[in-house]
């Protein structure tokens, strides 16, 4: 059997997508899809666009995984913008936990390559917070998208 790696980047928003289109070439899919999906010239890389939400974001890594045949070798990567107490904005960060808020589920990550980032916790919850005072960073999407990426 032929190895033939495959990588799915998932965000939640249109403005996160757009950079990551064209910086690696992708084009928006030619078929009817429930997310917006966007493939490389090769068809071994999609972008979806979730929408926001872990369950939007779950769904749309299923939608991912289903579009490229199943199976194994599948990179997963869900880049995002996420809020932070005192982090300045456009700071890079590795997520080490996803601790999902509303269930206390704590999910661990495992990255096979090395970034030169710093790592941080990252919570997932529900509504948008206006106080971030904790230390991590927030999002509403990343335990969902675990969820499903790491089975």
Same mark, same amino acid.
């Given at each position: 059997?032929?190895?033939?790696?495959?990588?799915?980047?998932?965000?939640?928003?249109?403005? +996160?997508? =757009?950079?990551?289109?064209?910086? %690696?070439?992708?084009?928006?899919?030619?078929?009817?899809?429930? $997310?917006?999906?966007?493939?490389?010239?090769?068809?071994? +890389?999609?972008?979806?666009?979730?929408?926001?939400?872990?369950?939007?974001?779950?769904?749309?890594?299923?939608?991912?995984?289903? +579009?490229?045949?199943?199976?194994?070798? @599948?990179?997963?990567?869900?880049?995002? @913008?996420?809020?932070?107490?005192?982090?300045?904005?456009?700071?890079?960060?590795?997520? *080490?936990?996803?601790?999902?808020?509303?269930?206390?589920? =704590? $999910?661990?990550?495992?990255?096979?390559?090395?970034?030169? $980032?710093?790592?941080?916790?990252?919570?997932?919850? *529900?509504?948008?917070?206006?106080?971030?005072?904790?230390?991590?960073?927030?999002?509403? +999407?990343?335990?969902? %998208? %675990?969820? @499903?990426?790491?089975?």
């Amino acid at each position: 059997m032929k190895f033939e790696p495959r990588l799915v980047w998932l965000v939640a928003l249109p403005a +996160e997508a =757009r950079p990551l289109c064209q910086l %690696f070439g992708l084009s928006p899919s030619t078929q009817s899809t429930p $997310f917006p999906t966007y493939v490389s010239a090769c068809g071994r +890389e999609l972008l979806v666009v979730s929408g926001l939400g872990r369950n939007l974001a779950a769904a749309a890594a299923m939608h991912a995984y289903h +579009e490229l045949g199943g199976g194994a070798h @599948i990179a997963w990567l869900n880049v995002g @913008i996420a809020g932070h107490g005192h982090h300045p904005l456009g700071s890079a960060w590795l997520v *080490d936990q996803v601790v999902e808020s509303s269930s206390g589920a =704590r $999910f661990y990550p495992q990255p096979v390559v090395r970034y030169p $980032f710093p790592s941080n916790t990252l919570t997932t919850v *529900d509504v948008p917070q206006g106080t971030m005072a904790d230390g991590s960073l927030y999002d509403m +999407e990343a335990s969902g %998208f %675990f969820q @499903i990426a790491s089975r």
